[in-house]
């Protein structure tokens, strides 16, 4: 491109899910009442795990950083896509589009690999249950939380860095309702061939490599314990039923986005609506509602709160 003809973009426009007021007041609605519930459900299991003594483990202590960063990783798009749909003024300065995509980045790495470690967790919960509290030490949790997210601000450098640094020059319209890499390196005034395959290669491969691993391992787990009893066959079925649940969530929408960055349909930013906000729901009642010792926690922390509030 010439140089003297070369204007910066300086902002970014969304396109969002509709163009209809009908359909946007709709999902204004929707996001925001699952917002709100994304919010109130994992904060209550976060102060339920750090509140309540009973809960002090290695498996409930990764629970509640799942739910920590499911919250960030809702708050980081959710509450900018109800302000936009809220005000009809859609736009994201380049900067904050760089950010959003250097956090998502940072939290989507992070999860991937806490997800690796809760698989670990239960491994070592079904397989070696004697050993358990030894091998999952509080220093060794605090060292596997420490390298996820280590691992995830190192795959988020290695994503975003190459992108701070291209030349954007018109269109700046985004379709989608938040800033993705893939249509974010899209919009860039350059050949971008070399940059989509480091995209697919990084996050797409990694992705479905990830996937395949916490599969493999969950059905090792259940092919383990099928030597058990009956009672404990069910159990651990149970709990890695839920645990599989989770991660075909996650991974979904990340393998379809970064296997396939380029789709010639706009499926990829509904699909995300599974990531941002159904996902970050369902995560607290997979893990909570289903969980006995949970509920008494959160049960017994609610008579705490009340009397504390009957007190003052």
Request: aromatic share 12%.
């Amino acid at each position: 491109m010439n140089k003297t003809n070369y204007s910066p973009v300086t902002e970014f426009v969304f396109l969002g899910l509709s163009a209809s007021r009908p359909v946007q007041h709709l999902l204004l609605a929707f996001s925001t009442v699952f917002y709100v519930t994304i919010v109130l459900g994992n904060l209550s299991v976060v102060f339920t795990v750090v509140f309540d003594p009973c809960l002090h483990s290695p498996m409930y202590f990764l629970l509640a950083n799942l739910s920590f960063i499911d919250l960030c990783f809702s708050t980081v798009t959710v509450p900018k896509m109800i302000c936009d749909l809220y005000s009809g003024h859609k736009t994201i300065s380049f900067q904050g589009c760089v950010i959003q995509i250097f956090v998502l980045h940072v939290l989507g790495g992070s999860e991937m690999v806490l997800l690796i470690t809760m698989a670990v967790d239960r491994y070592v919960a079904i397989c070696k249950p004697l050993h358990y509290l030894t091998i999952m030490s509080p220093q060794m949790c605090i060292l596997l939380l420490s390298g996820a997210w280590a691992i995830g601000l190192t795959h988020s450098v290695a994503q975003s860095a190459f992108a701070v640094h291209l030349p954007f020059c018109g269109p700046n319209e985004i379709d989608s309702f938040y800033c993705d890499l893939p249509r974010f390196i899209k919009l860039a005034c350059t050949d971008i061939h070399r940059m989509e395959f480091m995209v697919t290669a990084n996050s797409g491969f990694i992705s479905m490599g990830t996937f395949f691993l916490l599969i493999i391992s969950y059905i090792f787990m259940l092919v383990t314990v099928r030597k058990h009893s009956s009672g404990s066959l069910s159990k651990a079925l149970s709990t890695l039923l839920a645990h599989i649940t989770v991660v075909v969530l996650f991974f979904g929408p990340c393998i379809f986005v970064y296997m396939w960055p380029f789709p010639t349909v706009p499926v990829d930013k509904f699909l995300a609506i599974l990531d941002f906000m159904i996902t970050p729901i369902l995560n607290p009642i997979i893990y909570t509602l289903r969980n006995k010792d949970m509920k008494m926690a959160m049960r017994r922390l609610s008579i705490q709160l009340l009397s504390l509030r009957k007190i003052s």
